[in-house]
């Protein structure tokens, strides 16, 4: 992201309403993940205190090692992280391929790169119902192999977009040099092209993690007690009202710390992430 | 012996040559073949369930034309779940616009902890819809959340909303879940391209005696054009898809009221278990969004974003 300030004259908003916007979004932003993290420490005793316990004179931890033993959290947890490891490293690599392939050598014209970015806007519950019976054929619902064989095709558009952007902005001389040197092509492409887009490879595997561990909609229909993910063990805290708040803020907590620390990590190339790459940012 | 040596040499340069020849066809092979397995072979597969009766109960798949999608047309539950996913969908994007702009130009100019801030403002891009919902359900659901508790406060009498249940309150807080989420992500583009905007111009037309709102109307909102074109059609294309937060917040409810196609769908199919009627209705569903998709891109591509 770009945030190099750009000099303007000052004078277009008064700063105070400017001030008092962006004041009212951090509240706006801040306040769910505020009561979130409040109701995963409340005793459950206060849940319908009126007025609203704002924080917890006796914070509490039993809500976490309900949330992580009692409701199979930390089963979601680990298979979220296989799925998810798995698939973004599947994801990352093919994308690489194919994005160097398009880019270098425009592969298939603009026909093969404008058919993969298709994929990215289909509908999912398209695709889901028959992907859900020929799964059923093969024995690979709720397995760990059928779940991120889906997130890898789900992710890779934007894989092999984020690359492409990447490599066609890449100078070609270093290639064209180990080439004339006699180099292979794919020495030219795994010894100096990958090290050279390296950044870029890493930032579209953290999109693509992204994108696995915080997927529900796939999970709930390819899984169930066994390769379950943890966005799916939400499903438990539906339909009960109210015993459970404790716990499913808890699962929150833990489900979304480790996205939002990746996300922030790889903030700097946000804009190409958000926009497959069409954006640099 | 030298004939073979010389012989086994060319073929070994030929076989390299071969796959150097090839090169650019063998790095998007693996690729292609998973897409081709997993989506358009399931799709061709789709095609043909949608005319037959797919039923795990019913042995054997006899071919019933098109009464699969006389059923799905003739459902007004079908057509009511196309309605509800318009609906959400535009004034959910809208929003997100309208916010996402505002902030765009508020976060444009350096301040002191601008940074820190934007970081605050991005996280809801990485959470789980699926959290967004829990959390808001959280947040308004009565008796537990806060939210009536503050407004009775505010407004100095009772406040007692069934945000979930109680139209049009449920389609507020489903839209407000929704701009919770991603109206960081219109914000992060089009600060993109107001950051790109070369501040001579804003000079230049100050001397000319332009500024302030007309700055904006003459300079800035058509310089943001294909910025706005791109952000509004990625966003409107993901929120047709809506699931996750109607799945946790809502369940549809109450009755059928909040159903989304993409909801709709889930329960023909994986609810009661009519595949058929499922795979034709998400068969039409399909190439509505296709529709609205070529329409959007080709106006983008017309547009050519940076």
């Known amino acids: 992201m770009a945030t190099a300030s750009v000099r303007r004259p000052a004078r277009r908003g008064a700063p105070i309403g400017r001030i008092l916007f962006l004041s009212f979004w951090l509240i706006f932003v801040l306040a769910p993940l505020y009561w979130v993290f409040i109701t995963s420490i409340k005793p459950s005793d206060d849940y319908l205190a009126v007025p609203p316990v704002w924080f917890p004179d006796e914070p509490t931890l039993v809500h976490y090692t309900a949330a992580l033993f009692a409701y199979r959290g930390l089963d979601g947890l680990v298979n979220s992280l296989i799925v998810s490891l798995s698939a973004t490293v599947l994801s990352a690599v093919l994308g690489t391929l194919m994005a160097y392939s398009l880019a270098r050598f425009n592969t298939g014209g603009k026909h093969l790169a404008f058919w993969v970015l298709s994929q990215r806007f289909l509908p999912p519950v398209a695709v889901i119902l028959p992907i859900f019976l020929i799964y059923r054929t093969l024995r690979m619902t709720d397995t760990h192999f059928g779940l991120i064989v889906a997130y890898t095709v789900l992710t890779l558009p934007v894989s092999v977009w984020m690359m492409y952007a990447y490599f066609r902005q890449m100078p070609k001389s270093m290639e064209e040099a180990a080439l004339v040197d006699g180099c292979t092509r794919w020495q030219a492409f795994w010894s100096v092209a990958v090290p050279l887009a390296a950044p870029g490879i890493v930032a579209a595997a953290v999109f693509a993690f992204i994108a696995c561990w915080t997927e529900f909609f796939f999970a709930l229909i390819l899984t169930s007690r066994d390769a379950f993910t943890l966005p799916t063990v939400f499903r438990a805290f539906i339909g009960f009202q109210g015993a459970q708040y404790g716990e499913a803020s808890a699962l929150a907590i833990v489900s979304l710390a480790p996205s939002i620390a990746l996300g922030i990590l790889a903030q700097r190339h946000l804009v190409r992430g958000l926009t497959l790459g069409a954006v640099r940012g | ?306």
Request: charge should be neutral; aromatic fraction near 14%; glycine fraction near 6%.
């Open chain 2, 1 to 306: 012996m030298q004939a073979s040596t010389a012989h086994r040499s060319v073929r070994r340069f030929s076989l390299s040559e071969w796959s150097d020849r090839h090169f650019k066809w063998l790095l998007v092979a693996p690729a292609v073949l998973l897409i081709l397995a997993l989506s358009v072979y399931p799709l061709l597969f789709s095609l043909w369930v949608s005319f037959v009766n797919y039923d795990f109960q019913i042995p054997g798949h006899a071919f019933i034309g098109l009464k699969n999608f006389k059923q799905v047309f003739a459902d007004p539950v079908a057509r009511w779940s196309l309605v509800v996913t318009v609906i959400l969908s535009v004034s959910s994007v809208l929003v997100e616009f309208l916010l996402g702009l505002a902030l765009a130009l508020a976060m444009v100019k350096n301040f002191r902890g601008r940074g820190l801030l934007m970081s605050v403002l991005i996280v809801p891009l990485f959470i789980s819809p699926v959290i967004v919902g829990q959390a808001w359900a959280l947040l308004l659901q009565r008796p537990f959340g806060p939210t009536n508790y503050l407004l009775s406060q505010l407004l100095g009498y009772d406040v007692t909303i069934s945000w979930l249940t109680q139209t049009p309150w449920n389609f507020i807080a489903l839209i407000t879940a929704d701009a919770w989420q991603w109206t960081p992500f219109m914000f992060v583009i089009l600060l993109a391209g107001l950051t790109a905007i070369p501040p001579n111009l804003y000079e230049a037309a100050e001397l000319d005696g332009v500024d302030g709102w007309q700055a904006f109307w003459l300079i800035t909102l058509p310089l943001l054009g294909p910025m706005i074109l791109l952000a509004v059609t990625l966003r409107l294309l993901d929120a047709t898809k809506l699931f996750d937060t109607i799945f946790i917040m809502t369940g549809g409810g109450p009755g059928t009221q909040t159903y989304t196609s993409s909801y709709y769908l889930y329960t023909i199919g994986f609810q009661q278990f009519h595949l058929s009627q499922a795979t034709a209705g998400s068969w039409v569903f399909l190439i509505l969004t296709a529709i609205v998709i070529s329409f959007l891109v080709r106006r983008l591509l017309k547009a050519e974003p940076t």
